[in-house]
Nanobody, 123 residues
């Protein structure tokens, strides 16, 4: 059983940066793969980035490659998403999710979810 809490969202201009954090509690954080998903109004929740249990491998949606970086600090029970060169189309609620074992980077395959943090990119 894992509880997740996102933070770091906000309002930025096009081309700006944000660093999202997701802090976990309640279980063994290091045993879970972690992912970031986002959902814009009227759209389905979509995968953004993921990271393996030890942080040895990372995964990115095409929309995030080259701009976003995922990392984790198991000693702090925290996963991060560094977002650079932000665009208006990045505007969404961003959620972190935990899964054990990993099957696929799909919203339907995640075991635990945070409540989300709003990211708004103005033009």
């Amino acid at each position: 059983q894992v509880q997740l809490a996102e933070s770091g969202g906000g309002l930025v201009q096009t081309g700006g940066s944000l660093r999202l954090s997701c802090a976990a509690s309640g279980s063994t954080f290091s045993s879970y793969a972690l992912g970031w998903f986002r959902q814009a109004p009227g759209k389905e929740r979509e995968f953004v980035s993921g990271i393996t249990r030890t942080g040895g491998s990372t995964f990115y949606a095409d929309s995030a490659k080259g701009r976003f970086t995922i990392s984790r600090d198991n000693a702090k029970n925290t996963v991060y998403l560094q977002m650079n060169s932000l665009k208006p189309e990045d505007t969404a609620v961003y959620y972190c999710a935990a899964v054990r074992p990993w099957l696929r980077w799909s919203p339907t395959a995640m075991d635990y979810w945070g409540k989300g943090t709003q990211v708004t990119v103005s033009s």
